[in-house]
T-cell receptor, first 113, second 112 residues
C-alpha cells in the first residue's frame, strides 16, 4: 500500500515557466516532508523540506507547499531551467518512526529550452 | 564535509550467488544509515536502517541482510541471490532524526 503517491509520471515545461510537481499522501501522522531530485545513474539529492507546522517553505527558485487538510504536497520551480530536468521524488515521515521515509514513485520533469 | 561512498556502481550476478554491497560515510560520526531498493517504475523502498554499530532494523522480509561492523560502514548481503533481487540499491545517511537523508550514487544489480 503506497502511502505517498505521485500520480504524474512525467511533466514537460518550457524553460522560464513554472514547474509544479504534485504529491499526495494518505497517512495523517506524517509530519515531515521532503523533495529529492535524481539524475540518471546517480543517487537522489535533497532539495527542500517542510515540517507540518508550516504550509510553505521557500529556497531560491524552489518552493514547497503543504496542504494538510488535503494531504497534498507540491513543489514549484520558478523559473524552470533545462538543468532542472530530472526525476523528482517526494518523501514523508512520521515523528513516531523517524527513521522511515516513504517515497513516491517519482515524476520525470523535462524542461525544454 | 560529509561524503558517502557506495560500490560497485553496477553488478551482474548469477542466480544463487552471494552478494556484498558496501557503503561508507566520511566526515561524520554516529550517522543513521539506510539501504533502499528502487524497482523499475517504483519509488524507493526502505530495506534496512541502523542507528548504531550492530543495530539493524529490517523493514521488509526478504532474501537480504544488513550489517554495520563499524560506525560509518553499512553492508548489504545475501547468501543466495534470487531473480527478484534485481534492482537499483541505494545507501543513505542522515545525522539524526527527521533530518534529510543523503544518498550514495547507487548500485545497479542485475541477476541472470
Amino acid at each position: 500500500d503506497q502511502q505517498v503517491k505521485q500520480n504524474s509520471p512525467s511533466l514537460s515545461v518550457q524553460e522560464g515557466r513554472i514547474s509544479i510537481l504534485n504529491c499526495d499522501y494518505t497517512n495523517s501522522m506524517f509530519d515531515y516532508f521532503l523533495w529529492y531530485k535524481k539524475y540518471p545513474a546517480e543517487g537522489p539529492t535533497f532539495l527542500i523540506s517542510i515540517s507540518s507546522i508550516k504550509d510553505k517553505n521557500e529556497d531560491g527558485r524552489f518552493t514547497v507547499f503543504l496542504n494538510k487538510s488535503a494531504k497534498h504536497l507540491s513543489l514549484h520551480i520558478v523559473p524552470s531551467q533545462p538543468g532542472d530536468s530530472a526525476v523528482y521524488f517526494c518523501a514523508a515521515s512520521a515523528g513516531y518512526n523517524f527513521n522511515k521515509f516513504y517515497f513516491g514513485s517519482g515524476t520525470k520533469l523535462n524542461v525544454k529550452p | 564535509s560529509q561524503t558517502i561512498h557506495q560500490w560497485p556502481a553496477t553488478l551482474v550476478q548469477p542466480v544463487g550467488s552471494p552478494l556484498s554491497l558496501e557503503c561508507t560515510v566520511e566526515g561524520t560520526s554516529n550517522p543513521n544509515l539506510y539501504w533502499y531498493r528502487q524497482a523499475a517504475g517504483r519509488g524507493l523502498q526502505l530495506l534496512f536502517y541502523s542507528v548504531g554499530i550492530g543495530q539493524i532494523s529490517s523493514e521488509v522480509p526478504q532474501n537480504l541482510s544488513a550489517s554495520r561492523p563499524q560506525d560509518r560502514q553499512f553492508i548489504l548481503s545475501s547468501k543466495k541471490l534470487l531473480l527478484s533481487d534485481s534492482g537499483f540499491y541505494l545507501c543513505a545517511w542522515s545525522p539524526s532524526r527527521n533530518q534529510p537523508q543523503h544518498f550514495g550514487d547507487g548500485t545497479r544489480l542485475s541477476i541472470l
